[in-house]
């Protein structure tokens, strides 16, 4: 899982494949409101069947991973341009 449990069923083991509103939003630690933002954004994996909004949990966890690689890349990006910026300034001595 995400980050969450999900209940356990009282039969046969069950995977988990989606996750609603309130689950998703503690697996990821965010407000259900910030959910409902990043959803009606577009901005986190979700999809709507027959009415019911659900986030697939595959889904979540892909979108997650590639979050933090963009923002390890990010940080990688920063700091070569910090360095750079930093080789570039003459000393004034």
Same mark, same amino acid.
Request: hydrophobic share 35%; proline share 9%.
């Given at each position: 899982?995400?980050?969450?449990?999900?209940?356990?069923?009282?039969? /046969?083991?069950? /995977?988990?494949?989606?996750?609603? !509103?309130?689950?998703? !939003?503690?697996?990821? +630690?965010?407000?259900?409101? =910030?959910?409902?933002?990043?959803?009606?954004?577009?901005?986190? /994996?979700?999809? =709507?069947?027959?009415?019911?909004?659900?986030?697939?949990?595959?889904?979540?966890? =892909?979108?997650?991973?590639?979050? !933090?690689?963009?923002? !390890?890349?990010?940080?990688?990006?920063?700091?070569?341009?910090?360095?750079?910026?930093?080789? +570039?300034? /003459?000393?004034?001595?």
């Amino acid at each position: 899982m995400i980050g969450i449990e999900p209940k356990k069923p009282s039969g /046969p083991s069950v /995977p988990c494949l989606s996750l609603r !509103a309130p689950e998703a !939003a503690k697996a990821l +630690s965010i407000s259900e409101r =910030k959910l409902s933002d990043w959803t009606t954004q577009g901005i986190v /994996p979700h999809l =709507k069947v027959g009415g019911i909004l659900m986030y697939p949990v595959d889904s979540l966890r =892909k979108w997650l991973m590639d979050a !933090a690689w963009k923002g !390890a890349m990010d940080g990688e990006s920063r700091e070569r341009h910090q360095r750079q910026e930093e080789d +570039s300034v /003459p000393s004034g001595g």
